[in-house]
């Protein structure tokens, strides 16, 4: 997981950044040790902010000493790395702790993005249900998750997309849509299907079947 020291952004209300502590601390509400990793909500609601922080590390929720987080390692992009990786658990803690799943990294691409471009089947199945996800966020090369999953051929993505509402008719910046890019005939079967109407799991079964049985000839 890639790390650097500590920015010092503007807070943005209910907006959750994860950092890694390069040292121990502890107080009645609040304790971790050097290499935990704190998720630090920055809230300007709070009076308090200009001095503590919310965070969270474990069990333990509490306010903590701005300075201390300052001094803590950012870790940059946690669930986008962790989407890309296919490690499940850190993702799962992610959203456990409220990291927002519609957050952007460099190549402004989301984290199903990449667990799509990954054919990480198990993270975008639970990625799609966090509610107000954005399924069909676009990069900056204009591709989608259903762009991303089409064109590296994972079909069990595509439909799992495709079943919790992903855009069929986007473009990307090579005016290309998720069929257009599709490498094989599993991925565009699915599109195809969706094209035409509501996906259906056992619908697209049989007609990925028969696609396969007409590619074979």
Known sequence: MNTKLAPKPAPKPGRVTVYRAVSDYCDRE??????????????????????????RCGTYIGLVPRNCVMNAEYVDFPLHDAAKRGNIEFVKECIKNSVSVNSLDKSGSTALYWASHGGHTNIVEMLVTV????????????????HAAAWKGYADCVRLLLNN??????????????????????????????MRGTVHPEDSNDYLS????????
């Not at 609040?30 to 965070?55: C, H, I, K, P, R």
């Not at 509610?131 to 259903?146: H, V, W």
């Not at 069929?168 to 565009?188: G, H």
């Not at 028969?210 to 000839?217: A, F, I, L, R, V």
């Open 30 to 55: 609040m304790s971790f040790n050097e290499g935990d990793l704190l998720y630090v909500s920055e809230d300007t609601n709070n009076t308090e902010s200009a001095e503590w922080l919310q965070a």
């Open 131 to 146: 509610p107000n996800i954005c399924i069909s966020a676009q990069n900056k090369l204009g591709d989608t998750a259903l």
């Open 165 to 194: 509402g992903a855009s069929t008719n986007l473009k990307n910046n090579d005016r290309k849509r998720p069929i257009d890019v599709a490498r094989n005939v599993d991925c565009y079967a699915l599109i195809q299907l969706a």
């Open 210 to 217: 028969d696609s396969e049985t007409e590619n074979s000839c």
